[in-house]
Every structure is written in structure tokens, then in C-alpha cells.
């Protein structure tokens, strides 16, 4: 698994490892019982504290994407089936609330905003993932 991780970015650490992650499934970059470093080997690679590491692997644990053993480390799960929960299209509509805002203020045009939306959406059909 490759990470490119911008330390001077505004966005945390944690949620640039986070998102690639699981960026990284849906466009088939890691395949479904892929092990992940460990929080160690991780940490170390990248060059930031393992408790950072172990922060995201825990959320990726509660939201489903990975699973955790004890002897064999973390992997992405199996068994992949995260669903859309309502809990989820609620987050997804708080974030796009604030997304759209910025777009507007910024003086994209619906059209401009939807066309980002289908194509990077497109992108995931056409490479795989899950």
C-alpha cells in the first residue's frame, strides 16, 4: 500500500490514511483479505506516531472496512458489506452540505458541480473495487 501524506495539509494525518484506504478498495488498489502494514510498520514507514495509525485502523475497524486479529494483524475485510446506513447518508449529507456551500460561494455552476460529482463517481464503476 502506497500513501501519499501531505503533513502541511489542513486535513489530519489520520483521515488522509483513512481516506486512501478506503479509496484504495474502491478502486481495487486493495483487494478484499489484502493485509495492511501493521500499526508499527506503518507508523514507522511514514514517519508519525503509531497511536495515529492505530486511530485509523480502528475506525476503519467500527465502519467495517477492516478486520483486526490479534496473531494475523489487519486486512481489509473480507467480507466486505459496510452498507448505506441511515447514519451514513446523514454524515454524507452534513459533508455535502459544507461541499456544495464552498462550490457555490466559489462560483462553480451546478452543472460544473454535478459533472465532478458524476465523474469521479464514474471512476470507481470502471476500476473495480467492490
Do not use: C
Not at 495539509?9 to 479509496?23: D, G
Not at 486493495?30 to 492505530?54: C, K, M, W
Not at 465532478?116 to 467492490?130: A, T
Amino acid at each position: 500500500m502506497f500513501l501519499q501524506i501531505q503533513f502541511e495539509s489542513e486535513i489530519p494525518i489520520y483521515q488522509q490514511i483513512k481516506n486512501q484506504v478506503i479509496r484504495g478498495i474502491a478502486i481495487g488498489e486493495l483487494q478484499l483479505g489484502e493485509d495492511l502494514p501493521s500499526v508499527r510498520q506503518l507508523a514507522s514507514d511514514i514517519g508519525i506516531n503509531f497511536h495515529t495509525v492505530n486511530k485509523v485502523y480502528n475506525q476503519l475497524k467500527q465502519e467495517g472496512w477492516v478486520v483486526i486479529h490479534r496473531k494475523s494483524g489487519v486486512m481489509i475485510n473480507p467480507d466486505l458489506n459496510v452498507g448505506k446506513t441511515q447514519e451514513y447518508i446523514e454524515s454524507l449529507d452534513d459533508l455535502l452540505k459544507i461541499t456544495t456551500a464552498e462550490a457555490f460561494l466559489r462560483g462553480l455552476s451546478k452543472e460544473e458541480f454535478i459533472a465532478l460529482i458524476d465523474k469521479n463517481y464514474d471512476s470507481y464503476n470502471s476500476k473495480g473495487g467492490k
